[in-house]
DNA sequence: TCGTCCCGCCAAATC
DNA sequence: GATTTGGCGGGACGA
């Protein structure tokens, strides 16, 4: 089927392919522009213009006007910039290109009669393409193909000369002329759906490159194969999420660790990784791959093959930016790292095999704005290598983030405004998203500070607090939706049935929670002098209204009612509970996290130890069932760590800032010891300082502890151990106990020890009869202990087991009035309030910090809360936010809708927020999953 | 010379 | 059996 085409494949396509190499050189002095910026104008000017000429006029009108065609990053905010609402169609941007070489139907003529191959194919084909690039241009989504202009110019003459140079014929550029031809943000109900023949002969190109281009960006759930010859286009709209995943993927795989080991060539990579490592990751990942992929493309069957095929390995490839902290990948040590894993023979030939097919892959993602080529100076020399440039932090603000990245890189390089500009419109266009999906105040402003101020300076924060935003919306999501199912079990499932997505784990969820919760925390936490967070914490952003009058208002907690309210799942709850956000508090103190803020884009991985990740994998590995530990991200790993230590219910902050993560001592031991042999095997200096840490405690809170992270190594300390201690025994006793002193004040929170960070993985057993997930008391009460508890904490949500608690995952909290001091308590359920007196006896002190952390607005922001009784929340529950009504109990599922509408958009999905709810009762977490996907995409199209 | 990566053969997977 | 997919690597291009 594939036509020849050689070099004789057409004029047209020549042209195109020369518009399109233009266009690759372009991306390739992109690259190289971000590296440095002369290039970059010329070359944006060039891409511009090749893109405008041919089919790029009209393909940058779907996306933003001039923005950003530029580079593959641009096109990405191009199509951020078209959100689907805006259109795809519209060509905005053909009065910015420079058209030079338009791409008429003469010049196409002109190319085909020069270049006509012998095949009448071959004509019919450039035929096809010029049409079709003709079209494409009119009404091309992207602009991209461009490329062609200066091709064009020169070429009308020679077509010797016209004819496309490999660059010209690079995957790279056909891929941003494949991109163009579709939007961004396609319509929830759009459905585009991909004709590969028809894409091949519009774009004049042989299928096979076709294959290679929706490959790579079916790994990224861009698109997915429907039927035979046929893919439908997603768009963007996941790719966040999708992007998240495979952070968390990548993170389990402790592929950080793998690129340090091949850096540093420190340890054997089998010895590292060990027999076990290769079967429990890489086969985790490889099942969890392939169902992803199985999953949107149902008709494609898992199978030997495509473990190697080049959305596996892209998808891998992808990982290991985003677990990488310097987000950079050099193409030796990804292919030894694919090659490694797919325990193929690292032989020489299977490594250059590798590395061209990485080179393939890479040339998409630099389509698609994701990364961009770099080179690193290494011992022997300067090696090649793509930095990642896209987002960093999916939980929420991937988006953003990528866009600031993308921005920045290109205003650095460049020094052009335009293309910044677009890409941050673009992020701003996506947390609006996210802040429709949450409708909260926060959100909305955001958006406007961006769009308005593009440039201005305090954009960076704004997005920051955005992202933010967005990642707490998503956490809140995420983990609603994790509550509401068994995330393991049914997400396994789901995900293999339903949706990509929903099969990969869901890191961002727990980086999400980390991320934002430093700043909530920053701001709650700013008060207390103890608490410092860093710059990024702190400063967080005063751009976001609401974020920013919570941080700033510490005392006052104005804002936060605005604010959108965290979603906190039980498994966050510990996390709240003190130790959370002490922990994180400690984190940032240390600089260990990402939370500076969104700059910290590394956060899961700062998060996370990579014991965390080997635990994570380790259980899921351990127990299928488990996989929820697995999909929890970093942050809400940690948070689980934190709940599942049991905690003494004198903890420190320090102490609980350990949090060792045990609660289940049985939980994952095996998983645990993996872990650690694994991150012993590994060596590498992180995972060893984790080991060390996570040392201290005892076997199966050690283990649980490599959870947490390097940021929980470092807060640890002595007291550790004493709080693990204290953990076990608070495990005991099934509560955890946080004390008020980190934030919560007076407050006093009791969480079921036993609850593990993944309702799903936990077994039911565990949590005995109790129905109360988890109770907040004033820390004077705790005598008495008096408290409240949710009342069917577990019967509301989900069929998840007495012992489970998923419920509890779902507490709201509400922080009503600051000053009162009502203990609070949250049910998942119910909410409770305390008696107002029990909190008088807090001391003012400890009110005011309560106050600033909470803000009164909260509650009323959240029904269950009670306008009088202070949240208990700490300072991250203020952030969380119900929806429903005051007098309703408010449950996860109710929460989560919104965010997921806001968040997860897929492409596909059209339905109503409404719906999702109702769906999310009765649906399973597959479901939810499946909905996830839905809804959000519907929300998106808002 | 070497980094890139186009091109298309050809086999596995699907229809 | 026909067609679709896509692994694979030879070898050309460009710096």
């Known amino acids: ?205 042989e299928r096979r490159r076709i294959y290679d281009i929706v490959n790579v960006l079916e790994s990224l759930q861009l698109v997915s194969r429907v039927a035979k010859n046929q ?61 992803f992929s199985e999953t949107d493309c149902p008709s494609a069957s898992a199978n030997s093959r495509k473990d190697k095929s080049l959305r596996i390995m892209s998808q891998k ?22 090659i490694e894993e797919s325990q193929d023979i690292a032989d020489h030939s299977k490594f250059k095999t590798k590395v061209r097919r990485l080179y393939d892959i890479a040339n998409v993602l630099t389509s698609l704005g994701l990364i961009k080529k770099v080179h690193v100076t290494e011992e022997r020399g300067r090696k090649p290598a793509f930095k990642w440039i896209g987002p960093v932090e999916f939980s929420a603000d991937c988006d953003l983030k990528v866009n600031n990245s993308t921005c920045a890189s290109l205003k650095e390089v460049k020094g052009e405004i335009r293309v ?144 959108s309210l965290f979603y906190l799942p039980s498994p966050s709850l510990y996390m709240l509970c003190g130790n959370l956000h002490e922990s994180l508090v400690s984190m940032e103190e240390k600089g260990i996290m990402g939370f500076q803020g969104q700059t910290s884009p590394h956060l899961p991985e700062t998060t996370e130890s990579p014991l965390d990740c080997r635990k994570r994998s380790s259980q899921k590995c351990a127990s299928p069932p488990a996989a929820s530990a697995e999909e929890e991200p970093t942050a809400k790993r940690q948070s ?35 872990l650690r042999n694994f991150q012993v095997e590994s060596g590498t200096p992180v995972v060893e300082a984790t080991i060390k840490e996570t040392a201290k405690p005892l076997e199966t809170e050690e283990q649980e502890k490599p959870y947490r992270s390097k940021v929980l190594k470092e807060n640890m300390n002595e007291n550790e151990q004493a709080s693990q201690e204290n953990d076990k025994q608070s495990f005991l006793s099934q509560y955890l106990y946080v004390q008020p002193a980190s934030g919560l004040n007076s407050f006093n929170f009791l969480f079921p020890a036993n609850q593990s960070p993944d309702p799903a993985s936990l077994p039911p057993s565990r949590l005995p009869s109790l129905s109360v997930p988890c109770v907040v008391v004033p820390s004077p009460a705790l005598a008495s202990f008096p408290l409240i508890c949710s009342p069917a904490v577990t019967s509301q949500l989900s069929p998840a087991p007495a012992g489970s608690f998923p419920n509890v995952t779902c507490m709201n909290f509400s922080v009503p009035g600051l000053t009162s001091t009502a203990p609070v308590f949250i049910g998942t359920s119910a909410v409770l309030t305390p008696n107002a007196s029990q909190l008088s006896t807090l001391d003012p002190h400890q009110q005011m910090h ?71 009762g009765n649906q399973s977490r597959i479901a939810s999953s499946v909905q996830r996907r839905l809804e959000i995409f519907s929300s998106s199209s808002d």
């Not at 213009?49 to 940058?60: L, P, V």
């Not at 490839?317 to 694919?338: G, H, P, Q, Y």
């Not at 802040?435 to 960076?460: C, D, I, L, M």
């Open 850 to 920: 309560s106050s600033v952390r909470l803000s009164p607005m909260l509650g009323s922001a959240c029904s269950s809360i009670k306008a009088d009784s202070p949240a208990c929340m700490g300072h991250h529950l203020t952030l969380l936010k119900l929806q429903q009504p005051s007098s309703a109990p408010v449950t996860p599922k109710s929460i989560r809708p919104i965010h997921q509408e806001t968040f997860f958009k897929t492409p596909g999905s059209l339905e109503d927020p409404v719906a999702w709810r109702k769906n999310e």
């Open 231 to 291: 893919y439908c286009w997603h768009g963007l709209h996941s790719l966040s999420q999708t992007l998240k995943n495979l952070q968390e993927i990548g993170e389990l795989q402790k592929y950080e660790e793998l690129m340090a080991y091949f850096q540093h060539k420190e340890v054997d990579l089998e010895c590292r990784f060990g027999e076990h490592k290769r079967e429990t990751f890489i086969d985790f990942q490889d099942r969890q791959l392939l169902d």
């Open 420 to 563: 910044p500009y677009q890409a941050c419109v673009t992020g701003k266009e996506r947390l609006s998203r996210h802040a429709s999906f949450n409708n909260t105040q926060p959100a909305k402003v955001v958006k406007r500070k961006v769009s308005s101020e593009p440039s201005s300076p305090h954009r960076g924060r704004q997005e920051d607090c955005c992202s933010k935003m967005i990642n707490l919306a998503s956490v809140c999501c995420q983990k609603m939706e994790d509550d509401k199912s068994n995330f393991a079990t049914e997400r396994t499932k789901n995900l293999g049935m339903i949706s990509p997505f929903p099969v990969l784990p869901v890191p961002g969820d727990s980086g999400y929670c980390l991320k934002t919760l430093p700043h909530l925390l920053t701001s709650a936490c700013s008060d207390q002098p103890h608490l410092s967070l860093p710059n990024g914490m702190n400063d967080p952003a005063p751009p976001l209204p609401g974020l920013s009058a919570s941080r700033t208002e510490t005392g006052k907690s104005t804002v936060l009612s605005n604010q």
């Open 640 to 674: 689980m760590e934190q709940n599942d230590r049991p905690i003494s219910l004198v903890l420190s902050k320090k102490t609980t800032k350990p949090m060792d993560p045990e609660a289940s001592p049985d939980h994952n031991s095996n998983s645990i010891d993996q």
């Open 1 to 205: 089927m594939p036509l020849r085409r050689g070099s004789g494949f057409g004029g047209a396509f020549e042209k195109a392919g020369k518009k399109v190499g233009e266009k690759i050189e372009m991306n390739c002095l992109t690259l190289k522009d971000l590296v440095s910026p002369r290039h970059t104008k010329v070359n944006f000017t060039d891409e511009d213009g090749e893109n405008a000429q041919k089919e790029n006029i009209f393909d940058r009108p779907k996306m933003a006007p001039k923005t950003p065609m530029k580079n593959e990053p641009i096109d990405l905010s191009k199509q951020k910039t078209y959100t689907p609402e805006r259109n795809p169609i519209t060509p905005v941007k053909l009065s910015d290109r420079p058209l030079t070489d338009p791409w008429t139907p003469t010049a196409n003529l002109k190319m085909l009669i020069s270049a006509a191959s012998p095949d009448m194919r071959d004509r019919e084909k450039k035929k096809e393409l010029f049409r079709p690039i003709e079209n494409s241009e009119f009404g091309g989504a992207f602009p991209d193909s461009l490329q062609c202009d200066a091709v064009d110019d020169g070429t009308a003459d020679d077509y010797e000369k016209q004819r496309p140079s490999r660059k010209q014929k690079s995957l790279g550029l056909l891929c941003q002329k494949f991109l163009a031809r579709y939007p961004s943000y396609p319509l929830s109900a759009e459905k585009t759906t991909i004709s590969l023949d028809e894409v091949a002969s519009s774009l004049g190109v």
């Open 317 to 338: 490839f992808v990982m290991l930016f985003l677990v990488s902290k310097t987000k950079i990948v050099t193409l030796d040590i990804a292919a030894k790292i694919l």
